[in-house]
T-cell receptor, first 114, second 112 residues
Framework: KAGVTQTPRYLIKTRGQQVTLSCSPI?????VSWYQQTPGQGLQFLFE???????NKGNFPGRFSGRQFSNSRSEMNVSTLELGDSALYLC?????????????FGPGTRLTVL | AQSVTQPDIHITVSEGASLELRCNYS??????LFWYVQSPGQGLQLLLK??????LVQGIKGFEAEFKRSQSSFNLRKPSVHWSDAAEYFC??????????FGAGTRLFVKA
């Protein structure tokens, strides 16, 4: 099976702009989670989608949003970008189930906000 | 509240030496426990996981971890480190429901 793919891999934006990141999960996986990774902060959970419904959300402002399509592909949107949004954004998929299920990660999208 | 602590931000070991990376968690029940590894420019890969049963868990690449309930710990070990093990390691807890909580990570440097 193909792994989790994320596009684009690298992105440069300026403050105030918005950005959309895409994630294609492993075939058959219905759950997609998004994480923000910054040096020293580890992985901060953004949200999780399962069968097109958001079933879990982290403590991020409303500028961060997401959605999931019927084919399980997911997009994450950040509006009104701030310098602090510069990070590696990781997407992870799993078959579903509970937090005991292994997550499979994509390579990430490196977002730089200037 | 559930949390995961990795006390060491970075560790340096000599190639061939043994390794132990520490992980402590806070969770009311028996958690699901994971160790992931992230090589530069890549996503995270699962090394091993603990759900129940034998408290010593074997993983890929020669790693193992031991769950100690009394210490709320899940330390990762490897008897002999290779230069290719240089990476960042994350401990994670499946905290009930659907949420997974990650530690801040420990970066491993390997000296020749």
């Amino acid at each position: 099976k193909a792994g989790v793919t994320q596009t684009p891999r690298y992105l440069i934006k300026t403050r105030g702009q918005q950005v959309t990141l895409s994630c294609s999960p492993i075939s058959g996986h219905r759950s997609v989670s998004w994480y923000q990774q910054t040096p020293g902060q580890g992985l901060q959970f953004l949200f999780e989608y399962f069968s097109e419904t958001q079933r879990n959300k982290g403590n991020f402002p409303g500028r961060f949003s997401g959605r999931q399509f019927s084919n399980s592909r997911s997009e994450m949107n950040v509006s009104t970008l701030e310098l602090g949004d510069s990070a590696l954004y990781l997407c992870a998929s799993r078959e579903g189930g509970t937090s005991g299920t292994e997550q499979f990660f994509g390579p990430g999208t490196r977002l730089t906000v200037l | 509240a559930q949390s995961v602590t990795q006390p060491d931000i970075h560790i340096t070991v000599s190639e061939g030496a043994s390794l132990e990376l520490r992980c402590n968690y806070s969770y009311g029940a028996t958690p699901y426990l994971f160790w992931y590894v992230q090589s530069p420019g890549q996503g995270l890969q699962l090394l091993l996981k603990y759900f129940s049963g034998d408290t010593l868990v074997q993983g890929i690449k020669g790693f193992e971890a031991e769950f100690k309930r009394s210490q709320s710990s899940f330390n990762l070990r490897k008897p002999s480190v290779h230069w290719s093990d240089a990476a960042e390691y994350f401990c994670a807890v499946g905290a009930g429901g659907f949420k997974t909580i990650f530690g801040a990570g420990t970066r491993l440097f390997v000296k020749a």
